[in-house]
């Protein structure tokens, strides 16, 4: 070998990967540079630990703001990868040459550090050739996507191809091992080279001053090992690296570059993040596929096929070996008319569709995800080099049987069991540090307090995450503490506070509880918004349950509580007068939460102090029809009130003083939220409200339709078939108690003697009323 010789490769493409090792095998460099992050050339060791599994990634992130963070991804089938392995196997020295991390996470925060972090590499895009394989945490490039060159499309084109993928799969990733591999790289530097001179930076500034970084470390490298060098990088760059240019040249792009100290580390990664569609740049859109055409040893089509009939089979689709012979048949017949030398995806998917899926595209889809992209997640050995949050996470998971996956998976706990309960506080812990490896979900198994449902999936991106945290403390419980004593501190509304009091509680996180708590008193009493206090107690009363449910000492808390439900019990009816529909609607909500917590407290007189206060709002004709349409209806609920009353209050809510709109708000309050089946038992509300509805009148009928509409189709369509069936019968065909029959209070007609007897009182009024607006006219005069 005479001079470095420059392999340019497809990020992540398994033909590159195949024809990078022969090439390594015949060349038999002195050492290997590869284009990565200089500041991680102390884990490359790590890459050779048997422990090490990719899919992987070299996380890299300011030292004083992990938020400015990028990943460089490794897969099995990645060139990259392939050459680190093969020097750490040879005993060869590997190193990286890219432009170091520093100077770009810099570059980006001294942009606009207010937007977080820039991209590590400018050029992480979707150009599979001029891709650096770098994958950023924070937001895009500042370059404008729309003026890079992508290369690959350009090739494709000069070879008479549309689709840039077909022509690099048949190019490339479908040849075989035979043939001489240094003339195959050749051949893509020449093209590389055309294109550099036609395009120059392709619409990639920042390339330039990477390129000049690379030849720096080249001729570093040169002056240490001599000329058998080997250089593994996007083939875009090789034009660039074997021209001719000055040392001064060269550091004059470097010079004044910004730089920031950082830190590395070994993260696992996902094949679903190597996809394109998951918004890597660089990214491809099939890595199962293209694992699969990397590890398998021959008849790749055949062994694809199969893999699908396990799958479908795992999901109870019938298949046989026949339909995996016809489904290979139809593949190999696909490629033959379509001029591929080999079935690629676009036939072996075509062939699944039309032999194993009988044209459907619900188990397709299926094979899609589970295989062509996969849910394959890597390891890390334990001895590689993390903050110390993130070693106390990884001994927890082992602890506790949780390990990572990929693949989103629900997790059912009994909080009786030691085990699920410490399940259970790590899950919170870890959402109060806001690393949300798992959410919480509505449990299949039951209601009760001591039952959780969590839905699980690991994202790579919460390394970032656990890195960010490690701020807070070196495990994850001290850690949980100091960020809920300080978000507590940090708070400006109770709801904020009594929810990071709920949070401690189901965390188990103790220590910080006094610190909350006496924040958590202080808001509640200076708060004098009842809207604020009734977000705030439902919070609290649930609090309080887990709080029983895992032993849990919370006297303060239930204190805080209770004083906060006697506060709301003051404020609450004054508060719900001279409201319009939005607030009204609002505050409905506020009642029917406060009436849930007040459920939960244990406190005496609180409940009848409650139902007091129900009985107020369903009585005052200044509360909106909303508000007391929904104290009636708890109040029965409840069984404060019986149907006797109920139908009296209903019968004044429906009468012709009440106006059209606030009379069907109040039905709205009532029978929303599953009332259907009340009016399907208690036919005497049907019968008041099918009365009030024929006597609406037609210019008021379009006002009231929208919350009838509203209140009525939100009913299973069961119930709207029983209460249309029995307006169709009509009175006549009603319970006979109902026919003709009043509500108590309310004669079946209008009595005129009753009735003439209130017209002198009502006459006594306008006239003093007239009397007193004539006397504040002549003193206006």
């Not at 050339?41 to 400015?68: E, N, T």
């Not at 998917?349 to 889809?365: I, K, Q, Y």
């Not at 850690?479 to 004593?485: D, L, S, V, Y």
């Not at 607030?583 to 409650?610: C, I, Q, S």
Request: charged share 25%; with cysteine.
């Amino acid at each position: 070998m005479s001079g470095p010789l420059l392999l340019g490769v497809r990020h992540h493409g398994p033909g590159s990967a195949r024809a990078l090792r022969a090439a390594l095998d015949a060349a038999r460099p002195r050492a290997v540079l590869v284009e990565g992050p200089p500041e991680a050339d102390p884990l490359l060791p790590l890459a050779a630990d048997p422990d090490m599994r990719p899919p992987v990634a070299l996380l890299v992130h300011a030292a004083d703001d992990p938020s400015r963070a990028a990943f460089w991804p490794f897969a099995e089938f990645s060139p990259e990868w392939v050459a680190v392995r093969w020097a750490l196997a040879e005993g060869v020295p590997v190193r990286f040459i890219d432009l170091p991390a520093a100077h770009s996470l810099a570059a980006g925060a001294e942009e606009d550090p207010a937007e977080g972090p820039v991209d590590a590499d400018a050029d992480a895009d979707a150009t599979p050739e001029a891709g650096d394989g770098a994958e950023s945490a924070g937001r895009p490039s500042e370059e404008d996507p729309d003026l890079r060159l992508d290369p690959l499309a350009a090739l494709a084109r000069a070879a008479g191809h549309e689709d840039p993928e077909r022509w690099w799969e048949d190019a490339v990733e479908h040849r075989g091992n035979g043939g001489d591999p240094l003339a195959a790289f050749a051949a893509v530097a020449e093209a590389m080279t055309v294109l550099r001179e036609r395009h120059g930076d392709g619409g990639r500034p920042r390339d330039l001053v990477r390129e000049a970084h690379m030849r720096q470390r080249i001729r570093a490298a040169r002056r240490e090992f001599g000329e058998d060098l080997a250089v593994v990088c996007g083939a875009w760059h090789v034009p660039a690296l074997a021209a001719r240019t000055t040392v001064a040249a060269d550091r004059a792009q470097l010079a004044g570059l910004p730089r920031t100290k950082v830190q590395t580390a070994w993260v696992p990664w996902t094949h679903r993040r190597l996809a394109r569609a998951g918004g890597y740049g660089a990214g491809i859109t099939s890595p199962g596929w293209y694992r699969h055409l990397f590890t398998a040893a021959d008849r790749p089509v055949e062994r694809w096929l199969t893999k699908v009939a396990v799958l479908l089979r795992e999901e109870e689709v019938p298949i046989s070996s026949a339909h995996v012979i016809e489904a290979v048949r139809l593949a190999d017949a696909l490629a033959a008319m379509r001029g591929r030398p080999l079935p690629g995806l676009t036939e072996t998917m075509d062939a699944v569709r039309s032999v194993m899926c009988e044209g459907s595209e619900v188990p397709l889809a299926l094979v899609a995800d589970r295989l062509v992209v996969g849910d394959e997640l890597g390891e890390v050995p334990e001895g590689a080099p993390v903050v110390p949050l993130q070693r106390d996470l990884t001994r927890l998971q082992r602890t506790l049987r949780l390990k990572p996956a990929a693949a989103e998976r629900e997790l059912e706990l009994d909080l009786r069991k030691d085990t699920d309960s410490a399940r259970s506080l790590l899950l919170h812990r870890l959402r109060i540090l806001g690393i949300h490896w798992g959410e919480p979900t509505a449990s299949r198994g039951g209601t009760g307090t001591f039952r959780e449902t969590w839905r699980l999936c690991w994202e790579p991106e919460l390394s970032v995450r656990v890195a960010e945290a490690a701020v807070w403390g070196t495990t994850v419980l001290t850690a949980a503490t100091a960020r809920a004593e300080s978000d507590a501190l940090a708070a400006r509304q109770l709801g904020e506070v009594t929810a990071i009091a709920e949070d401690c509680l189901l965390a188990g996180v103790s220590e910080a509880l006094p610190v909350v708590m006496r924040v958590l008193a202080e808001r509640a009493a200076l708060g004098t918004d009842v809207g604020q206090l009734a977000k705030a107690l439902p919070a609290l009363a649930r609090a309080l349950r887990y709080g029983d449910v895992r032993g849990t000492d919370t006297a303060a808390l239930a204190e805080v509580a209770a004083g906060l439900a006697e506060r709301i019990c003051v404020a609450l009816p004054p508060a719900c007068t001279g409201l319009d529909a939005e607030g009204a609607a609002e505050l409905r909500g506020h009642v029917d939460a406060v009436h849930g917590a007040v459920g939960l407290l244990e406190r005496e007189g609180l409940r009848e102090r409650w139902t007091a206060v129900l009985r107020s709002l369903a009585g005052r004709e200044p509360v909106p029809g909303v508000i007391r349409g929904r104290a009636t209806r708890l109040l029965l609920d409840e069984g404060a009130v019986d149907a006797v009353e109920t139908g009296r209050l209903m019968g004044l809510a429906l009468s012709r003083a009440a106006a059209p709109t606030d009379a069907a708000a109040w039905i709205e309050g009532f029978f929303g939220g599953g009332g259907g089946t009340l009016l399907v038992h208690d036919e005497r509300l049907l019968a008041l409200i099918d009365g009030w509805l024929t006597s609406v009148p037609a210019e008021a009928f379009t006002d009231v339709l929208p919350l009838l509409r509203r209140t009525f189709g939100a009913y299973e369509p069961g119930v709207r078939r029983t209460l249309g069936e029995l307006v169709r019968r009509g009175p006549s065909g009603r319970a006979p108690a109902l026919t003709g029959a009043a509500v108590p209070g309310f004669a079946p007609e209008l009595d005129p003697v009753r009735a003439e007897a209130v017209v002198p009182l009502v006459h006594l009024l306008l006239t003093a009323a007239g009397a007193t607006a004539g006397t504040a006219v002549g003193a206006g005069d």
